[in-house]
């Protein structure tokens, strides 16, 4: 059957609310993948690469059905060298030569995709990645060109550790038994040590007064 089919996959739309119970659409999606039927915990990047490839293959109005391997860029130039004879200037030029010919090989790799793959899907979510390897010998390098639905990236992490530390302080004034209490922000370094946080903290204490 098609996902897609409106007698199949329908959800009504819902009044104009605040929030949303999206049950009548994940009962609908369950008729197709019963690992989401239930009311179960599931991972969100799972189910959206599953709808999104359904959708796709329903959607996908190509003529051609044909599937050929990843297109190779190394196929078409050939490799580069590495001579001592050889001057910057052609050093730079076959670099932009090769540029080139990779991009071209690109384009005809995502156009040979395309061919197969036609829907509003891989307009809006698809892509195409270039992977190198390069021999450190002889200077070879072989690029491939892969389509993708969803690309994985790390999220980069903060170098930086944050601390709130509160401070006791039994001034004459106060009560006694009574401290004052004085909270002080503390920014380090990932690789700094407790020593570094002691002498930081006691910076911020004598520069407060």
């Known amino acids: 059957g098609r996902l897609s089919s409106k007698d199949k996959l329908t959800v009504k739309s819902p009044p104009p609310r605040r929030v949303y119970a999206p049950q009548t659409f994940m009962r609908a999606l369950g008729r197709f993948a019963p690992q989401f039927g239930d009311s179960q915990q599931h991972d969100a990047h799972e189910l959206l690469s599953y709808l999104l490839d359904a959708l796709h293959e329903d959607l996908n109005y190509a003529r051609s059905s044909s599937r050929s391997p990843p297109q190779n860029a190394s196929d078409q130039h050939s490799p580069g060298r590495n001579n001592d004879e050889q001057t910057k200037d052609q050093n730079q030029n076959q670099t932009q030569n090769q540029s080139e010919e990779v991009n071209a090989e690109g384009e005809k790799a995502w156009t040979q995709h395309k061919g197969r793959n036609q829907s509003i899907v891989v307009d809006l979510f698809q892509g195409q990645t270039l992977s190198r390897v390069n021999c450190l010998r002889c200077n070879f390098s072989s690029p491939t060109f892969d389509p993708f639905l969803c ?29 004052a209490f004085v909270k002080f922000g503390v920014t380090l370094k990932r690789s700094h040590s407790a020593f570094d946080l002691k002498k930081k903290l006691c910076r911020q204490i004598s520069d407060n007064g």
């Open 151 to 179: 690309l994985s990236l790390p999220i980069p992490s903060d170098p930086n550790l944050y601390f709130i530390i509160t401070v006791a302080f039994h001034l004459p004034y106060c009560s006694p038994g009574t401290p």
